[in-house]
């Protein structure tokens, strides 16, 4: 005689069965640690700064970005310029105008670029936040306007200017034309400096290709969240081309300080304290008060 299996669910009523069977968390309650493999309560991040108690800085966009670095998460948006939407026509496995549709639809931004102004302990000024979520954050028309547009923001009101940099690189969608923003972006950086206003870098993960080798790496000072990759090609197509095994952490913020090629490597929770007392020296200026501070990288205490 065959047994029933199902005898627990004929016993249970259907009000309590009910209870069980409904789907009432959501899909993303919990998160998973890349760095440790713990699992993360999602309501507990924004406390965290979007870093796990491992140390991990999850990739973050422009709201979050611009409410952890200004005062009291006060600041004032400015729009990005408009620019041809595809002026190449282009269409691999699917039109690049669809590309730009779906990913407005995700990140409620019309580009990768985003541009703030507020206070940081006191002390005003610019940021641009470039998002990773925008198409990989990837540089094109847009990205170099926008870029452009808060580099005039900066010396309309002399106010120095904070890049926040988080890019796979050129759009290729664009072809030549997203090349022409790496001399576009160089020419605003060097119209900062002519009229003496502070440019600082914030290298954030991943930051590579044509912007690491244009306005990411040109500024007065280079900060660099910890662990991001930061580079020009990816490690994969180094090892092919040299046919060397890279050392380990290669293109890793740590290493690159080690290097000097960052200036130092700041945690999320440090970053508006250090900020906070460059800018003061660069801008010649006092901020607020700051407990527990960090020491400043070591350039700009004499710049």
Same mark, same amino acid.
């Given at each position: 005689?065959?047994?029933?299996?199902?005898?627990?669910?004929?016993?249970?009523?259907?009000?309590?069965?009910?209870?069980?069977?409904?789907?009432?968390?959501?899909?993303?309650?919990?998160?998973?640690?890349?760095?440790?493999?713990?699992?993360?309560?999602?309501?507990?991040?924004?406390?965290?700064?979007?870093?796990?108690?491992?140390?991990?800085?999850?990739?973050?966009?422009?709201?979050?970005?611009?409410?952890?670095?200004?005062?009291?998460?006060?600041?004032?948006?400015?729009?990005?310029?408009?620019?041809?939407?595809?002026?190449?026509?282009?269409?691999?496995?699917?039109?690049?105008?669809?590309?730009?549709?779906?990913?407005?639809?995700?990140?409620?931004?019309?580009?990768?670029?985003?541009?703030?102004?507020?206070?940081?302990?006191?002390?005003?000024?610019?940021?641009?936040?470039?998002?990773?979520?925008?198409?990989?954050?990837?540089?094109?028309?847009? !990205?170099?306007? %926008? /870029?452009?547009?808060?580099?005039? =923001?900066?010396?309309?009101? $002399?106010?120095? +200017?904070? &890049?926040?940099?988080?890019?796979?690189?050129?759009?290729?969608?664009?072809?030549?034309?997203?090349?022409?923003?790496?001399?576009?972006?160089?020419?605003?950086?060097?119209?900062?400096?002519?009229?003496?206003?502070?440019?600082?870098?914030?290298?954030?993960?991943?930051?590579?290709?044509?912007?690491?080798?244009?306005?990411?790496?040109?500024?007065?000072?280079?900060?660099?969240?910890?662990? !991001?990759?930061? %580079? /020009?090609?990816?490690?994969?197509? =180094?090892?092919?081309?040299? $046919?060397?095994? +890279?050392? &380990?952490?290669?293109?890793?913020?740590?290493?690159?300080?080690?290097?000097?090629?960052?200036?130092?490597?700041?945690?999320?929770?440090?970053?508006?304290?250090?900020?906070?007392?460059?800018?003061?020296?660069?801008?010649?200026?006092?901020?607020?008060?700051?407990?527990?501070?960090?020491?400043?990288?070591?350039?700009?205490?004499?710049?």
């Amino acid at each position: 005689m065959k047994r029933d299996m199902n005898w627990l669910t004929k016993l249970t009523p259907p009000g309590v069965k009910s209870i069980f069977t409904k789907r009432d968390t959501p899909d993303n309650l919990w998160m998973k640690c890349p760095k440790s493999g713990e699992m993360i309560f999602t309501a507990d991040l924004p406390g965290l700064l979007h870093v796990t108690p491992a140390g991990h800085h999850m990739r973050i966009g422009p709201e979050l970005r611009f409410g952890y670095t200004f005062d009291d998460e006060k600041y004032e948006t400015y729009p990005t310029p408009s620019v041809v939407m595809d002026p190449l026509k282009f269409k691999d496995d699917q039109k690049y105008t669809d590309r730009l549709k779906k990913s407005r639809a995700k990140t409620g931004s019309d580009d990768a670029m985003s541009i703030g102004v507020g206070k940081i302990h006191g002390v005003e000024a610019v940021a641009l936040v470039q998002n990773f979520a925008f198409m990989g954050g990837s540089l094109g028309m847009a !990205a170099g306007e %926008g /870029f452009i547009a808060a580099a005039d =923001i900066a010396l309309e009101k $002399r106010l120095p +200017l904070i &890049a926040f940099t988080a890019a796979g690189g050129a759009r290729m969608q664009e072809g030549a034309l997203s090349l022409m923003q790496m001399p576009r972006t160089t020419i605003a950086v060097q119209r900062l400096r002519e009229a003496g206003m502070p440019y600082i870098v914030v290298l954030c993960d991943p930051t590579t290709g044509g912007v690491t080798a244009s306005y990411a790496m040109l500024g007065d000072v280079h900060l660099a969240e910890p662990g !991001a990759m930061i %580079g /020009f090609a990816g490690p994969r197509v =180094i090892e092919e081309t040299i $046919r060397e095994k +890279l050392p &380990a952490g290669f293109q890793r913020a740590e290493y690159l300080e080690e290097k000097g090629m960052v200036d130092k490597v700041v945690p999320r929770s440090e970053l508006r304290a250090v900020l906070a007392q460059i800018l003061a020296v660069l801008m010649q200026t006092s901020h607020a008060p700051i407990e527990n501070s960090p020491d400043v990288v070591s350039h700009t205490e004499t710049a």
